[in-house]
């Protein structure tokens, strides 16, 4: 017997429900047969809030039953659901895999074969592209840095900085360049991070979120952010070594 659900959700000319849409397929994955009833003006969205008392669509009905809005259904469909402080280290993982993507394929198409170079873009490109995220909202960056920093917390334009040095280091290095400037900023910034970070953690015990992927992430400080600035120390190192052969 084909199972039936009933989905009101908004559909209008200059909006169409995202969660509405994700309901509609959820359920149809699921294996039930949609009756899609599209409220198509603000007034006929209010009307049916008003008539179900609820405060938000979509809603979807199985059985009768109102079962709720997007997040409803996934738990009554018995899928997850995720906890909004929630901490996870997905944000930060996935840089480095596509980090590491790129230095094996750059090795393997302009190298022929992996090398030490494989290992420098892999550091360099991860650097990069957490600049990048930091970069894309510096002032709520700025205000989780400073929350275990210890630089940035006794000198607050430091934390202001920081997405513009690790940027800087990370393009001059990819390519070798200025190795006069690139190796103090991956020295400097990479040993006071991590410094920063071991206390925080490890001698102060603090259980909070890391700014490595920007200030609104659920990243929590930890390995994997001691590992992000260590890697920007041996960086600075193996360069500096290389400099001075």
Known sequence: MTKTAKLYRMVMDKHVC?????????????GY???????????ETDAFKDKHGVKTTPQTFIDGERVGGYEALR?????????????????????????????????LGLLDGFSMRTVEWFVALSMGMLAMLK??????????????DLLGRRW????YAYPYLEATAA??????????????????????????????VYVQKREIKCAC?????????????????????AMGIWMLLGALV
């Open 213 to 233: 992927v920007g200030g609104g992430s659920n990243v929590p400080l930890g390995f994997v952010s001691l590992t992000e600035n260590l890697a920007m120390i």
């Open 135 to 148: 970069l894309q909202d510096v002032e709520q960056f700025s205000t989780m840095f400073v929350g275990y």
């Open 75 to 107: 738990k009554f469909l018995g899928k997850k659901v995720k906890n909004a402080d929630e901490t996870s280290y997905r944000p930060v993982l996935a840089v480095f895999a596509v980090a590491a993507a790129f230095a094996i394929t750059l090795s």
């Open 171 to 200: 393009v001059l290095m990819a390519a070798h360049l200025l190795p006069w400037l690139s190796i103090p900023i991956a020295l400097f910034i990479g040993t006071v991070g991590a410094v920063s970070v071991f206390y925080a």
């Open 33 to 43: 047969r949609v009756e899609d009833h599209h409220l198509t003006t603000r007034e």
């Open 18 to 30: 995202p969660y509405g849409t994700k309901s509609k397929w959820l359920l149809e994955k699921e």
């Open 156 to 159: 607050v334009p430091y934390a």
